[in-house]
């Protein structure tokens, strides 16, 4: 098999040196910074924690949520498992019940995420039939001192909701 030769680019003196190329990118970050400095509103970037971002878009996939019937308020989960078995982390656990108020068959009785393991990936949003499980909560930053503490429970993702005005567009 033929082996072809590439030849090299740049065999002046000056590419050689690199001190042109290394200039000519520092011109662009010299640039870069007056500009921001000049006008510290337009820049990209945030103070964080300091400054918190306030133009969240309604696409971020933040903490999730379990939500909750127009009707009753109650959970809207069935327990199928569907998010669970699409989660490529493996990090949702469900135990399910009956249902005895006719609404439904099943419910979770216990429904866990870990955080810790969660990738964030939405999968079990897209995977639900029910609509019931979103990551719309708006809450990005997580802070905890323990790993058992980032494991949320039902009971907080029930207590959590929609940051960003759908809680209605349910049916
Ligand atoms: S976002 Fe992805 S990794 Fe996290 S719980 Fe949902 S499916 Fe699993
Ligand atoms: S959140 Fe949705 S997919 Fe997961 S168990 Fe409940 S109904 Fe099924």
Redesign the pocket.
């Known amino acids: 098999m033929g082996v072809k030769v590439i030849p090299r680019q740049g065999s002046s003196f000056k590419d050689k040196t690199y001190v042109w190329a290394i200039f000519s990118g520092l011109k662009v970050t010299l640039k870069k910074f007056t500009k921001n400095l000049a006008n510290t509103n337009a820049t990209t970037t945030c103070e964080y924690p300091e400054v918190q971002p306030t133009d969240i878009s309604d696409r971020y996939?933040g903490m999730?949520r379990l939500t909750h019937r127009q009707e009753d308020d109650s959970v809207r989960c069935v327990a199928c498992f569907m998010?669970?078995t699409?989660?490529?982390?493996?990090?949702?656990f469900i135990e399910a019940e009956e249902r005895l108020d006719g609404i439904d068959e099943k419910q979770p009785s216990r429904f866990d995420?870990?955080?810790l393991?969660?990738?964030?990936?939405?999968?079990?949003?897209?995977?639900c039939p029910c609509d019931a499980?979103r990551?719309d909560t708006g809450i990005f930053s997580i802070v905890a001192k323990q790993r058992k503490d980032f494991v949320i429970d039902k009971e907080q993702l029930l207590k959590n909701r929609g940051a960003f005005g759908q809680e209605n567009s349910l049916a």
């Not at 699409?86 to 949702?92: E, F, K, L, N, T």
């Open positions: 996939r999730h998010c669970a699409a989660c490529p982390a493996d990090c949702i995420i870990d955080l393991e969660c990738i964030f990936c939405g999968y079990c949003v897209e995977a499980i990551m």
